[in-house]
């Protein structure tokens, strides 16, 4: 098996179809179909079935693509420092978070440090949590930023501040009156929450179910911005961090603190087995501050 096949084993598996895969690789489709075939007689058993004319990948498959995954982000990385080298920048910071630190707090810190390293180029990317994890764990990504990242033992979790889950609600809610909201509170209202399995979730659950209410969310969502925009759209209340809720976009809803209090640490993510650059840890500090002053004016 060389890294041409795998690459182009890799493309099928990132589009689902050859012909994805034959535009992404500016090959023919029928050069990708004769490539897989000619890979599945060497790795000696079948990559994808063909059902109901889909493409689906074999759970043989979706083991290879787990192994190999390592060796394309450390092409992406090669791949961004040779355009970096070309394009004459004279220092680098990737930057990752996810899709709620970058909307709230990201852009204050960018902005601060761009003043202070008007040279530097910046890179961000906005990430689901656990894709946000591995860009720092592979070396993709120099830094990163996230709410509730759990434990990772490859990897330096720094502390930057614990958040506040608050409920939002519209401002016509009977919700809006009270000074605080609880699980009994909630009982019976249409509750968007973040997605089960996640550590958040769990705690919310927890809380519900001391309370002895049943915790019943009726849609739950990846990206807790997402749940701010549908109370927006006058259905149900959410269950989100503090910062999302008072970013700004959401003006029209009213924020109340949840009890019993679940605190959202919020943690600056970095490399264990390899150094950290200046750059990097002036960034974590320029966050650092400047979220320390967002959250002070939240809570003022």
Not at 157 to 177: H, K
Request: proline letters at 6%.
């Amino acid at each position: 098996m060389n890294l041409r096949q795998l690459e182009i084993f890799h493309a099928v598996m990132a589009s689902g179809t050859t012909v994805g895969a034959a535009e992404a690789l500016g090959m023919s489709q029928p050069a990708v179909s004769n490539a897989i075939r000619h890979l599945e007689s060497v790795v000696g058993f079948a990559l994808f079935e063909r059902i109901s004319n889909r493409l689906v990948a074999t759970e043989e498959a979706k083991l290879l693509y787990a192994r190999a995954e390592p060796i394309f982000q450390l092409q992406q990385t090669v791949n961004q420092s040779a355009a970096d080298i070309k394009a004459g920048h004279i220092g680098r910071i990737r930057v990752v978070a996810t899709s709620e630190v970058t909307e709230s707090l990201v852009p204050m810190a960018m902005r601060e440090f761009l003043e202070r390293f008007p040279e530097v180029f910046v890179v961000l990317d906005t990430k689901p949590l656990h894709n946000v994890l591995e860009a720092v764990e592979a070396g993709i990504a120099d830094v990163g930023f996230a709410i509730d990242p759990g434990e990772r033992h490859s990897l330096i979790l720094q502390p930057i501040d614990e958040l506040r889950t608050v409920c939002v609600c519209a401002a016509d809610s009977p919700l809006s009156s009270l000074p605080f909201v609880t699980p009994q509170d909630l009982a019976r209202e249409r509750l968007i929450c973040p997605l089960s399995g996640t550590r958040i979730a769990m705690l919310l659950e927890e809380a519900f179910r001391k309370s002895a209410i049943p915790y019943e969310p009726k849609v739950e969502v990846r990206f807790l911005n997402a749940a701010a925009r549908i109370v927006q759209e006058g259905w149900g209340a959410a269950l989100l961090d503090e910062v999302t809720a008072t970013s700004g976009h959401y003006s029209d809803l009213t924020v109340l603190p949840f009890e019993p209090r679940i605190p959202r640490p919020l943690t600056a993510i970095l490399p264990r087995n390899h150094a950290v650059s200046r750059h990097s840890r002036e960034f974590v500090k320029i966050f650092t501050l400047t979220t320390g002053t967002r959250i002070a004016e939240i809570r003022s």
